[in-house]
Structures are given as C-alpha cells and as structure tokens.
C-alpha cells in the first residue's frame, strides 16, 4: 500500500473555527490532492499540488487554502469553517500530468469532518 | 471538460449473480480510464486500469473494456461474493486532471 497518512481521523468543531487536516506520504510523489467526498457528489478535488510550493485550485476551492512546504506534507485548512463543509476528505498522491497520467492515483484513509 | 456518467446505485444482486456496472465518459484526446473501490471507512482502491482503445483491464474477477467507439468502460464481474460489497467508482485521466464518477453503491446478500 501507498504511505499516506492522513490526520486527524475523526474531527468535531463549531461553525467559524479554523482546521487544518494533514496529508503525509512516504512515496516522494511530486503530485498531492485534497477531494471530498458527500452522498450523490462522488469526489469533487479541492485543491492540488504539483511540488513543494506549487498549488493550483480544484472545482471546489472556495473557503479552502492549502499549503505545501516540503515534498511529504500537504495541508488543508478551512479558516473559517462552516456546515456546508461537514464532509469526509481524502487526500491522494499519484500522476496526472504528461507521462504520468496512465498511472492511478493512491488515497488515504480519508478524514471525517463534522461542523457543527 | 471531461465527465464520467456511471450507473445510479444502489444495486443489490444474490451471491454468485452477475454484475454490470455502466460507465460512460466524455473526454478530449485520450484518457486513460480506471476502476477503483471503496471499502467502509477506507480510501478508494485501484481495482483496475486501460490506457488506450481496446485494452481489457482485469483484476480479481472484474473485468472492464475501454471501448472508444461507444466512450464506454463498464465493468463486469461473472460471479459476485459477499465480500464484494463496496462501493465502485468510475474514473479517467486526461489534460492533466482525473474525473471521478459519484459510484455505485454494490450490496451482495447470500
């Protein structure tokens, strides 16, 4: 399995707080995503990252920002969260550009996100 | 842009059944097109891939063609278990970004 770890877990916060969600891998893969996923919306993408310091917006990027200062780590933080946010995020790792894009990409255990 | 239309869950077959799930894509040039599986509380995995027109992808029992003419990938299995019970979600790759379908939720009773 793919090294990806993502932290917390489980997470209950109130309407306005800030969260931050983590994604760590082990793979040295230079591309990182954040997606949600919610009932009859499959998984829409957040945001990504193509390097260290290299971001670029998803469908979905309103009220997320992201961050990405070395290879392993991507963050995802909501800076002022609200219920339409309560959804389970996955962050994934794998190749979509150029001669990568025949290779799929690799999830983590996702984190759930309840705001309340 | 690109999209993936599959087959509206939930599906519910008897063990030992058959299994189609339809997939259907719209995409520039040529994607690259996948199958991948969601266990409760997990991350979704790659079931199985094809890369171009024609290529049969085949893991486990699943079997999917790319089908360019008819822009279809669906996936079949001959009999199902109980422990494919999961939820299956079409996916392809192409300009640079992959697009996911909203899966299809399988429940296979004995």
């Known amino acids: 399995d793919a090294g990806i770890t993502q932290s917390p877990r489980h997470k209950v916060t109130e309407t306005g707080t800030p969260v931050t969600l983590r994604c760590h891998q082990t793979?040295?893969?230079?591309?990182m995503y954040w997606y949600r996923q919610d009932p009859g919306h499959g998984l829409r993408l957040i945001h990504y990252s193509y390097g260290v310091k290299d971001t670029d917006k998803g469908e979905v990027s309103d009220g997320y920002s992201v961050s990405r200062s070395k290879t392993e780590d991507f963050l995802l933080t909501l800076e002022s969260a609200t219920s339409s946010q309560t959804s389970v995020y996955f962050c994934?790792?794998?190749?979509?550009?150029?001669?990568?894009?025949?290779?799929?990409?690799?999830f983590g255990d996702g984190t759930r996100l309840s705001i309340l | 842009g690109n999209s993936v239309t599959q087959m509206e869950g939930p599906v519910t077959l008897s063990e030992e059944a058959f299994l189609t799930i339809n997939c259907t894509y719209t995409a520039t040039g040529y994607p690259s097109l996948f199958w991948y599986v969601q266990y409760p509380g997990e991350g979704l995995q790659l079931l199985l891939k094809a890369t171009k027109a024609d290529d049969k992808g085949s893991n486990k029992g699943f079997e999917a063609t790319y089908r360019k003419e008819t822009t279809s990938f669906h996936l079949e299995k001959g009999s199902v278990q109980v422990s494919d019970s999961a939820v299956y979600f079409c996916?392809?790759?192409?300009?640079?970004?992959?697009?996911f379908g909203d899966g299809t939720t399988l429940t296979v009773k004995p």
């Open positions: 996916a392809l790759t192409g300009a640079g970004k992959s697009t």
């Open positions: 793979e040295n893969h230079r591309y």
């Open positions: 994934a790792i794998g190749g979509t550009g150029g001669a990568e894009s025949n290779q799929p990409q690799h």
